[in-house]
């Protein structure tokens, strides 16, 4: 299995970048807390899709799906106001999977699956830019 290496950014771009995204979906700029479910769903027009069970069966509670296009998080943080800053959190660091991998190539390891048909829509890998390792799930295993 090949290794992913990303390009490392330096500290100046990624606040550039950071600071870009906030003038361009933030407004006032330094408006705080930042509105990330308004962003998500009417600028970026992203799908948010809660998961049973997901932080149980894989141990992340959130990833963005391999199209770009939707977050999935898990259920339990979703439906408990008791979650809402982890929840804000996680969409926020789905949210920097497309700021900082400006590219928009994501790298997804299947491990010898090959999905066809409607199963490929319904396989979801965990996407990194960071180089982490990546882990497969099948939506199948935690419905």
């Not at 259920?75 to 660091?93: G, Q």
Request: proline residues 5%; negative net charge.
């Amino acid at each position: 299995m090949a290794a992913i290496k990303p390009r490392k950014l330096k500290w100046d771009e990624i606040r550039e970048q950071a600071e870009d995204f906030r003038q361009k979906f933030v407004h006032p700029a330094d408006l705080v807390p930042v509105p990330i479910e308004e962003i998500i769903e009417f600028d970026l027009q992203l799908n948010i899709w809660p998961i049973e069970n997901l932080l149980q069966t894989i141990d992340i509670d959130g990833f963005l799906s391999q199209d770009l296009q939707t977050i999935f998080v898990d259920k339990t943080i979703y439906m408990d106001s008791r979650y809402n800053r982890r929840l804000r959190f996680t969409y926020a660091h789905e949210i920097g999977h497309l700021v900082f991998c400006t590219e928009k190539k994501f790298n997804a390891v299947y491990f010898g699956l090959k999905p066809t048909g409607s199963d490929s829509e319904r396989i979801c890998p965990r996407m990194t830019c960071s180089g982490s390792s990546n882990r497969l799930m099948n939506l199948r295993d935690v419905y």
